[in-house]
């Protein structure tokens, strides 16, 4: 009675100890949730790498994409995975749950039970643990199954009653079991009664085909079957089933209630009523500019909602070419041609500064070897890869078409050349010396070594060269962009409503305030793609000709402005 209760009672622990073991899967997942996405957060340098690589991917190589070999947010997100996984069933299930959530939050979305199940992080370490329970199980009672026919003299441990048998079984077949120490106390918290019962019938069945011949193959199989046939209770009903589990994830997850969205609503009653009401239509426009602005600058509605982004694209567009048209059509009259006209090209130009060309020109914080983690990373080798690495790599696809082609040598040493000068001032020291490495081993082989004069000629130009990074347009930061979006807002309304209108032009140079105070901001986010985590940047630094060529324009727009409304007179 005693012995009894002794087993209900570890049972019981062991039941215990299973469910705290994914209670703390999904206390650790709540845990990563929680942590802020910047550098006290232990996988930001792995996240902040997948931006570093793709911004230096298409810098080097390009946009292009190939089917055979593309890597896409989940793809590299996997790979992080690799990379910092520990092998504890639990932290690893939160971990891949927790990027799963970072996968859709990239998005701008909420993380579902379909795309954690098809995250193959998850899916993986869940098939995983299932897979290492099933295996620990038939090993464990195969052993058990082998003690009880004769052919172990000793069983793997004490926890059931069976005898051996009086005659050993001749036979080569040999079982041991060793215990893992997270596996096996989780499998055996399953065990009951009824674990004892089954073992004992399959023992009896095995005993019952040794009494026939039968080889040591068949025997082993006939062994196995049985063991799993004792464990398949115990296992299956150990791990939860995998989309339930998963619902268990999502529920910890705070979900994207995007009430924002509904003030275009409000927008539209309040314009309805104005309407009617035209008293107060300048007082209640220029608030409701005055609050989107507001909203715009905390949530980026513009840049992370598909619908907000669509609403101002739609807006930007429209009103910029609806003032392109009226400015042409004033230029090309004569009764109407005046000096607002050079007000008008000064704030085009201006803006057109701003858009087309890069702001932060190489970012020094940015280039790869002040990136502290970027070549120890599972990133890094994936641009080697394709670079050089894969049969159709940036360097290693003009070496293998050379070997199919009858086209002179010059044409392919010339092709490794530009690429070798496109793709190496972005390189690190680390990286140059990966690509010398590659080089030399080409020129073991005799036929790629009518290559070698030029081609190493031209490395040995472009490895002497200066370190540099990608460069940033204005419109690739969060703050930049912002800034932009008024200014090219603002700048098309007073081109449409003439600078007659005080409120337009004082509205013009309000526009242009968020864009003075990001010039002394040093926590710039930078926009690699959409999907891509953001890229931050401690040093503020643009590009000098864009800068002055900016602010030049926009001041002499306002002083052309102001000279013509004087000479004009107000037409409020």
């Known amino acids: 009675m005693k012995k009894r209760a002794l087993l209900i009672f570890f049972l019981s622990f062991f039941v215990v100890i299973w469910g705290i073991s994914f209670d703390e899967s999904l206390e650790r997942f709540e845990e990563w949730i929680a942590q802020p996405q910047d550098q006290s957060n232990q996988i930001f340098e792995a996240i902040n790498d997948i931006s570093v690589y793709r911004k230096y991917r298409l810098a080097m190589i390009g946009p292009i994409r190939d089917d055979e070999r593309f890597y896409d947010v989940n793809k590299l997100l996997e790979l992080v995975f690799d990379n910092i996984k520990t092998g504890d069933i639990n932290e690893d299930l939160s971990l891949a749950a927790y990027l799963a959530y970072l996968s859709a939050s990239l998005f701008n979305g909420d993380l579902t039970v379909g795309g954690l199940n098809s995250f193959a992080p998850y899916y993986t370490t869940y098939n995983q643990a299932n897979t290492q329970l099933r295996d620990t199980a038939v090993q464990y009672f195969s052993h058990w199954i082998g003690y009880g026919v004769g052919i172990v003299n000793l069983p793997p441990d004490e926890r059931f009653s069976i005898d051996p048998p009086a005659k050993a079984l001749r036979t080569r077949l040999r079982y041991a079991f060793t215990p893992d120490s997270v596996i096996f106390p989780l499998l055996s918290s399953g065990f009951t009664t009824d674990t004892e019962t089954s ?97 715009q600058y905390y949530t980026h509605g513009y840049l992370f909602s598909d619908s907000e982004a669509f609403i101002y694209g739609l807006l930007t567009f429209s009103l910029l070419s609806f003032s392109l048209i009226l400015w042409l059509s004033r230029v090309f009259n004569k009764k109407k041609r005046g000096g607002m006209e050079w007000v008008t090209l000064s704030m085009y130009l201006a803006m057109g500064v701003l858009w087309f060309f890069p702001y932060w020109i190489s970012p020094e914080p940015l ?190 727009s306002v002083y052309l402005s102001w000279k013509t409304y004087q000479k004009e007179g107000k037409k409020q």
Request: proline residues 5%.
């Open 199 to 295: 073992l004992k019938q399959a023992v009896d069945r095995v005993k019952t085909e040794t009494a026939k011949s039968i080889s040591d193959q068949d025997l082993d199989r006939l062994i196995k079957r049985q063991a799993q046939i004792v464990g398949s209770p115990v296992y299956t009903t150990l791990l939860p089933d995998q989309t339930e589990f998963a619902k268990a994830f999502v529920e910890k997850t705070p979900k994207v209630v995007n009430l924002w969205s509904y003030r275009f609503l409000a927008y539209g009653l309040v314009l309805l009523a104005l309407l009617v009401i035209k008293k107060w239509r300048f007082p209640v426009l220029t608030l409701l500019i005055v609050f989107e602005a507001i909203v």
């Open 367 to 556: 280039r790869m070897d002040r990136q502290e983690t970027f070549y120890q990373s599972a990133v890094y080798e994936v641009l080697k890869e394709e670079l050089f690495e894969w049969k159709r790599g940036f360097y290693e696809e003009p070496f293998n078409d050379y070997l199919i082609s009858r086209e002179a040598t010059t044409r392919y040493a010339e092709i490794i050349e530009k690429r070798l000068e496109k793709a190496m001032p972005f390189s690190g020291i680390q990286l140059r010396r990966d690509t010398e490495s590659y080089l030399t081993s080409k020129w073991k082989s005799s036929r790629f070594q009518p290559l070698e004069p030029v081609v190493m000629q031209s490395y040995a130009t472009q490895v002497d060269s200066d370190f540099i990074s990608p460069d940033f347009y204005l419109f690739q930061s969060i703050e930049g962009s912002y800034a932009l979006l008024l200014i090219t807002l603002a700048t098309a309304a007073l081109i449409v409503f003439r600078p007659g209108k005080r409120f337009f032009m004082v509205l013009y140079v309000a526009a242009w305030i968020p864009f003075f105070v990001q010039l002394f901001r040093t926590d710039i986010h930078l926009l690699v793609e959409r999907g891509y985590p953001l890229l931050p940047l401690t040093e503020n630094h643009p590009g000098m000709f864009v800068l002055v060529l900016a602010i030049t324009c926009f001041l002499f």
